[in-house]
Each structure stands twice: as C-alpha cells, then as structure tokens.
C-alpha cells in the first residue's frame, strides 16, 4: 500500500484486499463516487449477521472505542475506501501495522475539512482467520493505537489554537 502510494500518479487510490472477501458488484459501489468531490469513499459491512460472532463483536466494541478516544465518529475505520492521492502523499505514516487507515482516517479527520461518503457493502467472511488477529499483529496495533491517539491529541490542540483570534 504505501508503495502504491509513493509510485501512484493517478488522482485516486483504492487498496483491495486479495483475500477475495470484496465482491466485484460491492467494490463498483465505491467507483461510482469516486469521481465526486468527496475526499474520501469507504465502507462498513452491512451484513453483520452473516459474520462471525467474534468480528461481530470485536467490530461493537473496537470502532466505538476508537471513536472514543480520537474524538471521531466513523461508523468503521477497516472499510474498502477510495483516497485522493495528494492526501495520502501529504502523511508521513508513522505505522505499517494493520492500523494504518486508522492513522489515515485520523489524520484527514483533523487536517483537512473532511468531506466522506460512506457506503454500506457486504463482506463474505473469509473462510480462515485473519493475520490481524496474531499476537505479534495485535501487539503492532495496540502500539499504533496508542500512538496515533498522540497524534490526535496533538491535532485537536494545534486546531484549537489556530483557530482562536487574539
């Protein structure tokens, strides 16, 4: 991802998983907004009954508390999601743990006046677990949580001061 990054120049970037999980018919949602004048195209899975109990629940804790601690309020930060380029371009990323859009989200968020499109998909679950999942994987994400939640509290008081007038 971050290669396609460095080397993209096109407008728009898209990383799609190659666990097969994202329909093509699902995937076309997301390319119908692309040229619109969002910043940002992503998705939630609108199909939680057909996910695992586990995901299901780790998805009801995990976004609220995100949410929470960043002063957010997506409804999902792992979605499929359509970047303008330049945006991506303008981050230094600071993690290459399975957490990087979080740290995306975040930073778009606080960095600019964030117009995003959110569009309900369906996701077949895969048929073995995620890598996300291993401890090592897990361990990397907690780091980076705990990191990008610096980064925003650095953010939400550089806005906070750029924008009193004395």
């Known amino acids: 991802f971050f290669k396609g990054i460095e080397k993209s120049k096109e407008k728009y970037l898209i990383q799609i998983p190659a666990d097969n999980s994202h329909p093509s018919k699902e995937i076309v949602k997301l390319l119908k907004f692309m040229k619109s004048n969002y910043d940002i195209v992503t998705t939630y899975y609108s199909n939680n009954s057909q996910r695992s109990k586990f995901r299901n629940f780790f998805t009801l ?95 939400r008081t550089s806005n906070f001061f750029n924008k009193r007038k004395y």
């Open 61 to 155: 804790i995990y976004t609220p508390f995100l949410n929470l601690i960043y002063g957010t309020s997506f409804p999902y930060f792992n979605g499929l999601t359509i970047y303008k380029t330049k945006d991506l371009k303008r981050l230094k990323f600071s993690n290459s743990s399975f957490s990087y859009q979080i740290e995306i989200f975040v930073y778009l968020f606080y960095k600019k006046k964030l117009k995003i499109k959110i569009v309900p998909t369906i996701l077949k679950d895969r048929k073995k677990g995620s890598k996300a999942f291993r401890l090592k994987n897990s361990i990397l994400v907690i780091i980076s949580i705990i990191k990008i939640f610096f980064k925003s509290l650095y953010y």
